[in-house]
C-alpha cells in the first residue's frame, strides 16, 4: 500500500516527514516487526483519510500522525499505542470496521481503537441526555480494561487543543469545557503532568483569553527578577551539596499560565503577591532506590542549614508518594530577603515519574514484587465504579458525577488503629472512611476516635489522621447521611443499607397503609401506590411503607395527598420544579424597580453574576430557560462538558432601563468614617442603588462587601476605580467572576 494521489506531492513530502520524526521519536523497544506493523498502519490510515481534511484545510493524516507522535515522544509508549493512535479515527470517520482491524492488527488494537471511538446519536434513543456522557463513560469502561486507551484519548485531545483556533468560539467553549472538567483532571491522576498543565493553559486561552495574554504578559515581566532570586537562593545549598559529595541539578520552575491565575483568583491577589509563580526545583542524582529517601532528607536538612522553613506548607510526598507515583517533598523556605520560595526536592528517578507519569513509573516499577502500585489501586477503584454504576443503572452523567468525585479530588492519607495505611480522596470523612472498611461498619457508624479524640460522623479527615470508626447495634443508616459523604461508593453503599433496613418494615407499612386507602374508601391498587410514593416524593414503594410504619406520613397525610385537585397539584409542582430560576434584577430610569425583566426565555445565572459588557455564553436545554453565565464559570464548564451541543451564541446587551447587580470587596484602613465615605461614593458621586453593604473590622484593616445595581460592564469598572482613588482603600476586587 502507497500514499494515494489525493494527496498533493508536497503534503505526500510532509507526510513522510511526520511519519520520521514518528519513527525518530519513538525510543522504546523497537525491531523490524514492529516498524513494519507501525508502517502498514499509517498507510492504512492514510488511504482511509484520503479525502478528509481539517478545517484548516490541511489533509486529515496530520492528525493521527500527531497524535502518535505524542503517544510516541511525549508519553513514551511503544508498538501498540502508536499503532491505536494511528487508527484512532479510522473506524469512526471511514468504511473500514472493526473486524477489518482486528483481523490485520489484532484484538488488543480492536479493543483500544473500539474505546476511543465516538458514539452517535445512532447509538441511542431520544431518551438519552448527554451523548458527550456517554461517550466518556464508554472511554473510562474501556479504560478499566487497558490503560492505553484513555492515553490514545489524552494524546488526541491534547492534538485538538493545539490546534483549536481553526474551529468557531462554541465549537472552542465546548471542547475546552469538556478538556478542563475531565481530561485535564484524567492526565493529572495519570501523573501527566506536562500534558495536563499544557491541557489547563490552552483551556484558559480560549475560555478567558483576556485573563491568559494578561497574565502571560505579567509573568513575562517577572522573569528575569525571579529566576535570579531562585538562583541566589539555591548557590549556596548547592555548593554544600557539593562539598558532601551529593550530585545535585538545580532549575527555576515557572509555574503555568492557568495555575498562577488560580491562585490569583482564589486568594484575591495580584500576581507579585502570589509567592510561589516560580519554584525551586533541586534533582539529586541517586541510582541506589534504597537510599533515595536519605538523600532528600539530607537535601532537605542543608536548607534548613540556610533558610526558615515555614512547617505549615512542608508536603511530604516522599514518605507517602501518590496513587500517580508522583513522589518528592515540597517544602517553603524564607530567603534572605524575606521572601518565601517554594522548594521540591526529589532524585531523578522521582523527577522521571513527575514529568511523564504512567510510562515512567511502569518502566521502574519492581518486576519481582507482588504488591500493587498506586496505579493499580487507582485502577481497582476504576472498576469499582464501573461495576457499581453497572448495578445501580446511573445515568452516564450520575457515572461522571461519581468518578470525579471519587478519582479527581486530591488524596490524603489516614491510618487505621493498627497503624495500616488508607487512601481516600480529599473532603472524606468519619463516615467515608467506616465504609470504605465494610457497609456493615457504615451502617452502624456513631462517631469515631481521631487521633484519641472523639469527633462527630460528619468530621471531614485531614492527611495522617488515625481514625478508629465507634459502632453501636441501635444506629440505622439515615438519608441525611448523604450529606456527610464525599465518595460515591460510600454513598452507594449508604443507599444499599437504607434499601435493606427498610425492607424490615414492609408488611407493617403495607397492612397500615390498606387500613389508610379502605378508609377514604379508595382502592389499594399498585397503580395508586405508586402514584402515592410519587407524589411523596419517594423513590419506591418500600420507602412508602417504611414512612407509613414509622408513622412519617399518617392517615390524614395519605388522604390529602389523594384527594388533592389535580390542577392545583400540576401548578404545586411546577412552582416547585422551577425554584431558583433567578431573573436578572431591573430598574427603571426613574428608580422605579421591578422584580424582574422581561425579557423572555433568559435567565440570568446568579454563580457568577454577568453583566452586559462581560464575555458571556449561552447555554439552551431542553424544557428550560437560556442560561447566561461568564465562559470560566465552574457551573457553565460543567453544563458545556455534558451538553456541548446546547451552547448558542450570545452577547449580553440591554437598555440603560435594566440594572444587574454585582457584588464588590473592599479592603481599606480601618479608620472612623470609611463607611460614611464609602456609601457617600456609591450612591452620592456616582448615582448609584446599593442592595447591601456588609463591613467587618479585622486588625487594623476592614473588609468591605458591597452589592450595587450598575447597567454594565463600563459603569462597573469606573465605579472600581473612583473606589480605588480613595485614600484609607488598599485593593478592590469583584466577587462572584474569575476575572
Not at 640 to 660: C, N, P, W
Not at 700 to 714: E, F, H, I, P, R
Amino acid at each position: 500500500m502507497t500514499l494515494p494521489d489525493t494527496y498533493s506531492q508536497d503534503e505526500k513530502n510532509e507526510l513522510e516527514r511526520q511519519f520520521g520524526v514518528l519513527l525518530q521519536c519513538w525510543k522504546s523497544r523497537k525491531n523490524d516487526q514492529d516498524v513494519a506493523l507501525v508502517t502498514e498502519a499509517y498507510l492504512l490510515a492514510a488511504n482511509a483519510h484520503k479525502d478528509a481534511r481539517r478545517r484548516s484545510g490541511e489533509p486529515y493524516m496530520y492528525h493521527p500522525l500527531a497524535v502518535a507522535t505524542i503517544i510516541a515522544g511525549e508519553m513514551g509508549m511503544g508498538r501498540t499505542s502508536i499503532i491505536c493512535a494511528l487508527l484512532h479515527d479510522v473506524v469512526e470517520d471511514t468504511d473500514y470496521t472493526l473486524d477489518y482491524i482486528r483481523e490485520h492488527f489484532g484484538e488488543k488494537v480492536a479493543q483500544i481503537v473500539d474505546g476511543v471511538t465516538k458514539l452517535t446519536s445512532e447509538d441511542f434513543d431520544e431518551s438519552v441526555k448527554s451523548l458527550q456522557a456517554e461517550t466518556f463513560k464508554k472511554v473510562i469502561m474501556s479504560m478499566s480494561y487497558d490503560i492505553r486507551v484513555i492515553l490514545v484519548k489524552l494524546a488526541d485531545r491534547l492534538h485538538n487543543m493545539r490546534t483549536l483556533s481553526s474551529m468557531p468560539h462554541h465549537k472552542q467553549l465546548k471542547i475546552a469545557s469538556e478538556t478542563t472538567q475531565i481530561y485535564a483532571p484524567l492526565a493529572y491522576r495519570l501523573g501527566l503532568y506536562k500534558v495536563k498543565l499544557e491541557l489547563d493553559d490552552l483551556c484558559l486561552k480560549y475560555i478567558n483569553p483576556q485573563v491568559y495574554e494578561s497574565v502571560e504578559k505579567q509573568l513575562l515581566g517577572l522573569r528575569e527578577k525571579k529566576i535570579n532570586e531562585i538562583e541566589e537562593f539555591l548557590a549556596p545549598v548547592r555548593n554544600e551539596l557539593d562539598k558532601m559529595g551529593i550530585s545535585v541539578r538545580t532549575m527555576a520552575i515557572e509555574r503555568n499560565v492557568s495555575s498562577v491565575w488560580e491562585r490569583m483568583a482564589k486568594f484575591g491577589m495580584s500576581i507579585e503577591e502570589v509567592y510561589d509563580v516560580y519554584v525551586a526545583r533541586i534533582i539529586i542524582d541517586c541510582d541506589d532506590i534504597e537510599k533515595e529517601k536519605i538523600r532528600c532528607w539530607e537535601t532537605f536538612a542543608v536548607f534548613t542549614k540556610y533558610y526558615y522553613p515555614d512547617n505549615k506548607k512542608m508536603r511530604d510526598w516522599v514518605s507517602f508518594p501518590k496513587t500517580n507515583g508522583y513522589s518528592s517533598i515540597h517544602a517553603v523556605f524564607m530567603n534572605k530577603q524575606g521572601n518565601w520560595i517554594e522548594t521540591q526536592i526529589r532524585t531523578n528517578r522521582m523527577d522521571d515519574i513527575a514529568e511523564n507519569g504512567f510510562a515512567a513509573y511502569w518502566k521502574y516499577r519492581d518486576k519481582n514484587t507482588t504488591d500493587e502500585s498506586g496505579l493499580d489501586l487507582w485502577m481497582k477503584v476504576v472498576k469499582d465504579l464501573v461495576q457499581q454504576s453497572d448495578e445501580n443503572r446511573a445515568s452516564a452523567i450520575e457515572f461522571i458525577d461519581s468518578f470525579r468525585l471519587d478519582l479527581f479530588n486530591d488524596e490524603i492519607f489516614v491510618f487505621t488503629p493498627k497503624g495500616d495505611k488508607m487512601t481516600l480522596p480529599k473532603g472524606s470523612t468519619v463516615l467515608d472512611f467506616a465504609y470504605s472498611i465494610h457497609s456493615d461498619l457504615g451502617n452502624h457508624c456513631i462517631g469515631a476516635n481521631i487521633n484519641k479524640k472523639l469527633s462527630p460522623i460528619q468530621t471531614e479527615l485531614k492527611m495522617g489522621d488515625q481514625v478508629e470508626v465507634i459502632t453501636s447495634e441501635f444506629q440505622e443508616p439515615q438519608e441525611k447521611w448523604f450529606d456527610y459523604l464525599a465518595t460515591s461508593g460510600a454513598k452507594s453503599r449508604l443507599k444499599n443499607g437504607i434499601k435493606d433496613f427498610r425492607k424490615a418494615f414492609k408488611d407493617k407499612g403495607k397492612a397500615m397503609l390498606k387500613d389508610y386507602f379502605d378508609h377514604a374508601k379508595i382502592d389499594f391498587s399498585k397503580q395508586n401506590r405508586n402514584y402515592l410514593a410519587e407524589k411523596f416524593n419517594l423513590s419506591n414503594r418500600n420507602d412508602l411503607y417504611y414512612y407509613v410504619a414509622t408513622r412519617k406520613i399518617g392517615r390524614q397525610d395519605v388522604e390529602n395527598c389523594l384527594k388533592k385537585d389535580e390542577a392545583s397539584w400540576s401548578e404545586y409542582l411546577v412552582k416547585y420544579l422551577t425554584l431558583g430560576l433567578v431573573r436578572p434584577s431591573s430598574q427603571r430610569k426613574n428608580g422605579e424597580k421591578s422584580g424582574e425583566n422581561n425579557v423572555s426565555g433568559y435567565v440570568i445565572s446568579t454563580c457568577c453574576t454577568p453583566i452586559p459588557g462581560d464575555d458571556v455564553v449561552a447555554i439552551q436545554l431542553p424544557g428550560q430557560p437560556i442560561q447566561i453565565h461568564h465562559p470560566d464559570c465552574p457551573e457553565a464548564q460543567k453544563l458545556m462538558s455534558r451538553y456541548g451541543e446546547s451552547i448558542v451564541k450570545a452577547h449580553l446587551q440591554f437598555g440603560d432601563d435594566f440594572a444587574f447587580l454585582a457584588k464588590l470587596k473592599i479592603l481599606a484602613v480601618n479608620k472612623m468614617g470609611f463607611g460614611a465615605t464609602l456609601f457617600d461614593t456609591i450612591t452620592n458621586q456616582e448615582k448609584l442603588d446599593m442592595q447591601a453593604m456588609e463591613m467587618k473590622i479585622e486588625g487594623g484593616m476592614v473588609v468591605a462587601t458591597v452589592s450595587v445595581y450598575v447597567n454594565n460592564l463600563k459603569t462597573l469598572e469606573n465605579l472600581i476605580d473612583k473606589i480605588k482613588s480613595l485614600d484609607l482603600v488598599k485593593k478592590v476586587e469583584r466577587v462572584g467572576k474569575r476575572s
